[in-house]
Every structure is written in C-alpha cells, then in structure tokens.
Nanobody
Framework: QVQVVESGGGLVQAGGSLRLSCAVS????????MGWYRRGSGIQRELVAS???????KYADSVKGRFTISRDNAKNEVYLQMNSLKPEDTAIYFC????????????WGQGTQVTVSS
C-alpha cells in the first residue's frame, strides 16, 4: 500500500509565500518523477512542476521564476516553494509520483487547497 500525503496549503495574500510538502510512504521503489499538479476552478488538472530522480526539473510557464521544486530522495519527499503568489494560483494542489517497478505505477495524493486573496 502506497500513501501520498500533501501538507502546507492554506490562505495567503497576493505576493505572499507558501511551501507545500508531500511525503510518499509504503511499498514503493524506483521512483522516476515526483511532482505537483493543480486544478483551479472549472479547469483540468495541470502540471505545475516536476523533478526527475536525476534532478531534471520541469515547470509550467506560469510559475517559472516564482516556484521551486525540490526533492529529498532518501525520504521520498517532494516540496514546492511558492513565492510571489497570485490570485490565479488559487487551486487544489496534488502531489504525484511515478516510476517503474517493473511495471509502470502512478500515485496521487488527495490534494491540498491553496487560496491566494487579492
């Protein structure tokens, strides 16, 4: 059983910062990507940022320069530092982990709400 648990969401004023954390536990090995997705009101879930085990990162254009993803591979944890937050960043943020062991796997957390007030 694999558990993916996010924390760190909340309410913040525009221009403020939040740090999201995600802990992955259980029987899991050979993680490839750990990342963050978000779903705002009425739109599909979109990639925010992801990081491969080799350190390669990917960011949505809308968050480049403001958000930073990092991982602790020893702990199977991933973080998202969000600075200069904007009201349009308001969304439910989901943690995702995938890999091959030996077949492909893909796990999601329940999500954490981030609300940015203007």
């Amino acid at each position: 059983q694999v558990q993916v648990v996010e924390s760190g969401g909340g309410l913040v004023q525009a221009g403020g910062s939040l740090r999201l954390s995600c802990a992955v536990s259980g029987s899991i090995a050979n993680i490839r990507d750990m990342g963050w997705y978000r779903r705002g009101s009425g739109i599909q879930r979109e990639l925010v940022a992801s990081q491969r085990t080799d350190g390669t990162t990917k960011y949505a254009d809308s968050v480049k320069g403001r958000f930073t993803i990092s991982r602790d591979n020893a702990k199977n944890e991933v973080y998202l530092q969000m600075n200069s937050l904007k009201p349009e960043d308001t969304a439910i943020y989901f943690c995702n982990v995938d890999g091959w062991n030996p077949t492909y796997y893909d796990y999601w957390g329940q999500g954490t709400q981030v609300t940015v007030s203007s």
